[in-house]
């Protein structure tokens, strides 16, 4: 299994509509739940982060995070044809004795005109 | 400011030879790391470095070397390439050791090897 799973689409959505990315997860020790954006043919650059469970918002994103069921989530609202893009989500914390980012393998968005 | 550059954007090997890919930031940053994305898969850490002179092993290091002379340049070599090196390398650079603190990426270099 995994370590962390992501669908990796594509989903194409049309101009508007809201979107839901979505992360699990295996390690309860997990404690920063970032989202990196990778444009094609790009590095990935960070999009927004959260700490342990809860929600945090960003003009038109939210991340959500439930440690419970181990889920992470990103949604985008009023999505934009610029919001096309692969959406990685990157848990990190204690593994093997050490701190780790662990990636996911992405989930690839697109948005229709 | 140009952020983290790398170099060169596309190389073609055959099975074999060596080469370096290079890495650069001008942000002052002491960690900097090279990563491998393959599709399907996360990015995974091949070598990473936490100040000049100090660098260790990350998931994946077999096959490839690394050192940390400056804390601009952080190059990776490939000493002897095989096709299952055929990846898109990613230099990442960030402000604290914890990579959990936002980590700024390179373009990336596209390899392949024949």
């Known amino acids: 299994q995994k370590e962390v799973e992501q669908d990796p689409g594509p989903l194409s959505v049309p101009e508007g509509a809201i979107v839901s990315l979505n992360c699990t997860y295996s390690n309860s020790a997990f404690q920063y739940f970032m989202w990196y954006r990778q444009y094609s043919r790009k590095g990935p650059e960070l999009l927004m982060y959260?700490?342990s469970s809860g929600n945090k918002e960003d003009g038109r994103f939210t991340a959500q995070v439930d440690k419970s069921s181990k889920y992470i989530s990103l949604f985008i609202r009023d999505s934009q044809p610029s919001d096309s893009a692969t959406y990685l989500c990157a848990p990190w914390g204690a593994m093997d004795s050490n701190y780790q980012l662990i990636w996911g393998a992405g989930t690839k968005l697109i948005i229709k005109p | 400011n140009a952020g983290v550059t790398q170099t060169p954007k596309f190389q073609v090997l055959k099975t074999g030879q060596s080469m370096t890919l290079q890495c650069a930031q001008d942000m002052n940053h002491e960690y900097m790391s090279w990563y491998r994305q393959d599709p399907g898969m996360g990015l995974r850490l091949i070598h990473y470095?936490?100040?000049?002179?100090?660098?260790d092993q990350g998931e994946v290091p077999n096959g490839y070397n690394v050192s940390r002379s400056t804390t601009e340049d952080f190059p990776l070599r490939l000493l002897s390439a095989a096709p299952s090196q055929t990846s898109v390398y990613f230099c990442a650079s960030s402000l604290a050791e914890s990579s959990y603190t936002e980590q700024f990426f390179g373009p990336g270099t596209r390899l392949t090897v024949l």
């Open positions: 470095s936490v100040g000049a002179g100090i660098t």
């Open positions: 959260t700490y």
